[in-house]
């Protein structure tokens, strides 16, 4: 059959038969749902990438990023929707009983789903408050971990060992988020308790002037070394407290360097890193005599020094 015949027969769809017209809206309604779904995520991919271009930053990157995920879902979630209402009415059944069964169905699960409504709701107040984003270190109810996925069911983290956490959004009372803005590298570092502290605090200062004129770290400090001084008195050690001012999700490497090369300063200069210490006492009888305790060190060129404790 030529071209122009086979034209003709598809134009003159007043011949075509009942089912057949069904058939062909049916392919014509999905054709078009399918294309829409298609054009109007692609539109709100480009709209996205146009904003994180001209707006700029990795955070306004990953909010439209985590918006635009979530809009894409909903836009195929609509249009399929209407489009198995369409389809549903071409085949010749009535959507009116369907759509009374489901309210009656919809309150009765309403009930029974209140966690799953919860759920969505808080879903949608996290993004529109912009409180979690793809791409964030968070730590949500106990778990800490990087925000892989955020829809309006569940958070999606997967933390330092790897392991993948799903936490519904219903659950969600409170999120720590460590991505935004800056952060504090904040050092808590043990000194003995022979050790001068006006002396220690210039060699923690030597290192952070150090790391702030680094080629590799200076540009993830922001601010100057800040030390706070004597943080706690514990049992063995004097514990002094310091902070960097650091760029978002630097604080983890930051302090590891400094830590590092605190070390090294404080072996250079002597100053002792302590460690558990054991005191031992005789004690004391009813008169305020104390017993004799002979003590008796012993060695040899092989072994260490070894304390032995006579009665």
Avoid at 53 to 72: C, D, F, K, Y
Avoid at 96 to 107: D, H, K, Q, S
Avoid at 119 to 131: K, R
Avoid at 262 to 277: C, L, M, N, S
Wanted: aromatic share 6%; hydrophobic share 50%.
């Amino acid at each position: 059959m030529e071209f122009s015949g086979l034209w003709a027969v598809v134009a003159d769809w007043r011949n075509w038969s009942a089912p057949a017209l069904a058939g062909l809206r049916i392919v014509l309604i999905l054709a078009i749902a399918v294309v829409a779904i298609a054009v109007l995520q692609r539109t709100v991919r480009a709209v996205r990438m146009r904003i994180a271009a001209h707006i700029g930053g990795p955070e306004v990157a990953r909010r439209a990023e985590t918006l635009g995920r979530v809009v894409r879902y909903t836009i195929a979630l609509v249009i399929g929707a209407i489009a198995i209402m369409l389809v549903l009415a071409e085949v010749g059944i009535s959507l009116a009983p369907i759509l009374g069964a489901a309210g009656v169905v919809g309150l009765a699960i309403g009930f029974g789903a209140q966690s799953l409504v919860k759920d969505y709701f808080t879903g949608f107040f996290l993004l529109l408050e912009d409180q979690v984003r793809a791409g964030d270190v968070v730590r949500i109810g106990g778990i800490g971990g990087l925000v892989e996925d955020l829809t309006l069911r569940h958070v999606r983290l997967r933390d330092y060992e790897g392991n993948v956490h799903f936490i519904p959004n219903g659950m969600i009372t409170t999120v720590t988020n460590m991505s935004r803005q800056f952060a504090h590298a904040v050092m808590d570092i043990g000194v003995a308790y022979r050790e001068n502290i006006d002396d220690v605090l210039p060699v923690l200062a030597a290192v952070g002037a150090e790391m702030r004129a680094d080629q590799q770290f200076g540009n993830r400090i922001l601010e100057d070394l800040e030390i706070a001084g004597v943080e706690r008195l514990d049992d063995s050690a004097v514990v002094l407290r310091c902070r960097f001012k650091v760029a978002p999700l630097e604080q983890w490497n930051v302090r590891r360097e400094f830590l590092r090369r605190t070390k090294a300063a404080f072996d250079r200069q002597g100053i002792e890193i302590p460690y558990p210490h054991l005191t031992m006492y005789a004690g004391v009888s009813k008169d305020g005599n104390a017993p004799p305790l002979r003590v008796d060190v012993q060695g040899d060129s092989t072994k260490a020094a070894q304390g032995h404790v006579l009665a």
